[in-house]
């Protein structure tokens, strides 16, 4: 991963951590563009497995909050869970309601609400830096 940065000039970082993401280092290698060799998840992904992790309460009837609609993989962890309602801001592209939300016996199907609040997704981009810390961690070390 060193000679990944070799070419950065250090001392445009003025003190802040150099942050990278696993997958584009290991995609640099690879040349490719593949996902799955990651370690992240996605945020619904990560809250299911630690509630499970730390032997909290099972999620059966439970109430997702998530700021996209559940991607397809998602969709169909929440689903086999038995969550029973999914709250979201902004759509997610993709056949994750159609096919997988809206299918199956109607009592376990969760019901899918978009966000109504008072301002909508405008309130999250009050808070949304311009540049995520990685891409400008990228641009200054240019």
Do not use: W
């Not at 690879?30 to 630690?50: D, I, P, Y």
């Not at 609040?117 to 641009?139: I, P, Q």
Request: with cysteine; glycine share 8%; aromatic share 12%.
């Amino acid at each position: 991963m060193l000679d990944y940065y070799k070419d950065y000039d250090k001392a445009k970082l003025k003190g802040k951590n150099c942050s990278f993401c696993f997958k584009t280092v290991h995609n640099k290698y690879e040349n490719e563009k593949n996902q799955v060799h990651t370690r992240s998840l996605h945020a619904e992904e990560n809250a299911m497995l630690q509630i499970t992790k730390s032997g909290g309460i099972g999620v059966n009837k439970g109430i997702l909050f998530t700021t996209a609609s559940p991607c397809e993989l998602c969709s169909k962890k929440a689903y086999q869970l038995g969550i029973s309602k999914i709250f979201y801001i902004d759509p997610y592209p993709g056949i994750a309601e159609d096919q997988i939300l809206k299918s199956g016996i109607e009592e376990t199907k969760p019901i899918v609400y978009i966000f109504s609040g008072a301002v909508g997704s405008v309130y999250n981009r009050l808070y949304e830096t311009f540049l995520s810390y990685k891409d400008e961690m990228s641009l200054t070390l240019k």
